[in-house]
Nanobody
Framework: EVQLVESGGGSVQAGGSLRLSCRAS????????MGWYRQVPGNECELVSI???????YYADSVQGRFTISRDNAKNTVSLQMYSLKPEDTAVYHC???????????????????????WGQGTQVTISS
């Protein structure tokens, strides 16, 4: 059974930083892509970042240059380091991995918790101005 467990959320002031972590189990961690989404109003989730099998990365325009995704295959963890946080970064952040690792697909927007991804329960990030 695939399990994704996030940690590291919290409340900080604008300009601050936070580091989110996700511990994965139930699959061969080094194989698939991993990613982060965040929940927006309307119970949709928007794509924040992806790290591919080869270590290459993708970032949404809104976080480019401020967020850094990384993975530690030895520890089965993926992390999201967030700097220069803004009030608009406030959201529940979810760790994800594709249900079909050989055909990874990350919609830019998707109903939270739905295929084609496995989802963690999420961790709250709150940024005050």
């Amino acid at each position: 059974e695939v399990q994704l467990v996030e940690s590291g959320g919290g409340s900080v002031q604008a300009g601050g930083s936070l580091r989110l972590s996700c511990r994965a189990s139930g699959f061969t961690f080094s194989d698939p892509y991993m990613g982060w989404y965040r929940q927006v109003p309307g119970n949709e989730c928007e794509l924040v970042s992806i790290i591919r099998r080869d270590g290459s990365t993708y970032y949404a325009d809104s976080v480019q240059g401020r967020f850094t995704i990384s993975r530690d295959n030895a520890k089965n963890t993926v992390s999201l380091q967030m700097y220069s946080l803004k009030p608009e970064d406030t959201a529940v952040y979810h760790c994800v991995t594709p249900t079909e690792p050989r055909q990874p697909f990350f919609p830019l927007r998707v109903a939270c918790g739905q295929a084609p991804l496995y989802w963690g329960q999420g961790t709250q990030v709150t940024i005050s101005s």
